[in-house]
């Protein structure tokens, strides 16, 4: 059986379950959703979360008791005519919506009685009989509010929402990947480790980061560049600001139009903060000639963009209103773009191997909707290049990309690398896009040997995004625990008495002469809880410092990951930590 159409089914009993609690109740929505299922409802009362159990009791005999669903057709003005006799008023909202003379409802009638115990307007499909859900793992999960038609002025309903998979084995094995997610889950570790805070004042959207999630950031920023560096990629920095006439040359304009934040000053300024990097990008290149012998030209940055989210949509890390875009842009001839798209597709599997996240992913060459042309600029030949450019690329890099139409950017066709995290969930990230629109919009040309100005050709790359969604992906990737290269403290030294700070402190002269992140805990408080705290803060390497240590010149070493080392030679361990 389809699982859509599964959850689709529940979501009508679940609706046929609340109206025996509550005959009085309105009825909204009922989807099938990711997961499960869920359905609107205007109720006398709120619902608390003892009613769930009742209701999924009531949902579970229904099932038992072995109800069929059958469609039948209905006169759309009797339909509304008798759904506002029985005063429900968001059906009769909906039924006005649709065209068609006749409305298609599915009840749910009992198997041997005959008798209907629900009926619901409903295009289905829905499975034959409530018995072919008995095997079925379903439980009613959560109750929230939820504005009729997304509306925040319209009224406020109660949805319940439930999970439903194949088999109760599989619902059970979902509810612990997402017990073990909210473990991870990047807020609430983020704000234990200390590495990022909000703040009203500032505003929401607005992450604050702090000593230690800066150099998780800087760490990153370090490495991707190191990486770019060796492909030729030099640092650019662009403002934050531009004039509006920018974007509507690029196409932004249109693309995020309600999504831009405008700036206004009392000496009559009007600017906007810039959504994207490219356009500006495209004025360093164009501020000067160039000939065929310059290119490939290759300019990367990691700078803040903006997007005016909707305020519902904000949360953690993952959604923003200000992102630390890593960007990058090469500039070249139509004979190099194809070793140029190469080389971004390396730097990414270089990134994401020290990241030991390589071959855990797949490849979408996303390409344009030939149905609707419209939503792109260009010209359809410089698509077709494009895109069977980077078809070549897939076959002869093994990428074994898979083609997704209507997945393109605004200005051409991309690759897209799909990863999968430490639970399983999978994340877009990495991109490769080539871009023959862009430079023609801003008039960009380089001379060619026969000395006429051609355009040139503009691949786009990101490597890991927004640091604050990539941070956010890491820390739950890792559970907090990251690499050694990573970790904002990498060791922690722990003297167990006041005797044992003097050579402790000689030991974090040497950890931080050799330029490794260390820290020293010289509280009077007990070994016991330093070393709980430390590993709660889940550091790399704790050094346990006594009289044996200070007598040997050595540490006691527990690592995170490892357990108790043992004793080593300091230099030992600063070698193990820089390797």
């Known amino acids: ?40 409802f205007d109720l006398p009362r709120n619902l608390v979360p003892e009613d769930l159990k009742k209701i999924e009791k009531t949902m579970k005999k229904i099932i038992k008791d072995d109800f069929l669903f059958e469609k039948r057709e209905e006169d759309k003005v009797r339909t509304i005519q008798h759904l506002e006799e029985i005063s429900q008023k968001y059906k009769v909202e909906l039924a006005q919506e649709i065209q068609d003379p006749t409305l298609s409802f599915y009840d749910t009638k009992h198997n041997k009685r ?41 009224p406020m309903l109660q949805r319940i929402y439930g999970l439903a998979f194949e088999t109760k084995e599989a619902l059970e094995t979902f509810i612990a990947q997402r017990a073990e997610a909210e473990k991870r889950n990047h807020r609430k570790l983020g704000k234990s480790l200390d590495l990022f805070v909000f703040s009203e004042k500032v505003g929401p959207g607005l992450p604050l980061f702090t000593p230690k999630g800066t150099i998780i950031i800087e760490e990153l920023k370090k ?47 009007a600017m906007v903060m810039k959504p994207v990097q490219c356009p500006h990008q495209t004025q360093i290149y164009a501020s000067r000639p160039r000939s065929y012998r310059d290119l490939p030209i290759r300019y990367m940055e990691s700078e803040k963009q903006y ?24 500039f070249c001839r139509v004979d190099q773009v194809k070793q140029e798209a190469m080389n971004m ?3 990414i599997r270089d990134f994401y191997t020290d990241l030991g996240m390589w071959g855990n992913h797949w490849v979408s060459l996303s390409v344009r909707d030939y149905a609707n042309p419209d939503k792109y600029i260009g010209d359809p030949g410089d698509w077709d290049i494009c895109e069977a450019m980077l078809a070549e690329i897939s076959e002869e890099m093994g990428l074994n990309a898979k083609r997704c139409e209507g ?173």
Request: glycine share 8%; with cysteine; charged share 25%.
């Open 1 to 40: 059986m389809n699982m859509e159409t599964i959850r689709h089914s529940l979501s009508h009993i679940l609706a046929s379950a609340v109206l025996q609690m509550f005959p009085e109740a309105k009825l909204g929505i009922g989807p099938a959703i990711e997961n499960g299922f869920y359905y609107d």
């Open 114 to 154: 005959g008798h209907v115990v629900f009926s619901d307007m409903c295009a289905g499909p829905h499975v034959d009989s409530t018995k072919d859900l008995r095997a079925v793992g379903f439980s009613l999960d959560k109750i929230s509010g939820a504005y009729w038609r997304g509306d925040e002025k319209r």
């Open 223 to 269: 490495r991707v560049e190191k990486i770019c560096r060796q492909f030729g990629f030099q640092k650019v920095m662009t403002p934050h600001l531009a004039k509006i006439d920018l974007y509507q040359l690029s196409g932004h304009a249109t693309k995020f139009a309600d999504e831009l934040f405008h700036v206004t000053s009392a000496k009559g300024h």
């Open 307 to 330: 997007r005016a989210e909707k305020t519902g949509e904000i949360g953690g890390l993952t959604r923003v209103y200000a992102i630390t875009v890593e960007d990058g842009h090469a």
């Open 345 to 347: 597709v390396k730097i």
């Open 407 to 579: 997945e393109a950017a605004l200005y051409g066709p991309k690759l897209d690398f799909m990863f999968k995290d430490a639970m399983g969930r999978e994340v877009q990230i990495p991109t490769v896009q080539l871009d023959f629109a862009t430079p023609k919009r801003f008039d960009l040309t380089y001379i060619n040997e026969e000395g006429k100005p051609v355009p040139p050709v503009m691949v786009h790359r990101a490597i890991l995004g927004s640091y604050e969604r990539f941070l956010a992906l890491l820390i739950e990737h890792f559970a907090g625990a990251f690499p050694v290269w990573l970790a904002p403290v990498q060791v922690k030294i722990l003297p167990i008495a006041d005797r044992h700070h003097e050579y402790a402190k000689t030991v974090f002269d040497g950890f931080n002469k050799e330029d490794i992140r260390v820290e020293l805990d010289d509280r009077s408080e007990s070994i016991g809880k330093k070393i709980r705290e430390a590993e709660m803060q889940k550091i790399p390497y704790m050094l346990v410092i006594g009289d044996k240590e200070v007598e040997s010149a050595n540490v006691s070493v527990r690592s995170y990951q490892e357990g108790d080392m043992g004793q080593l030679v300091v230099d030992e361990l600063i070698q193990k930590i820089r390797s």
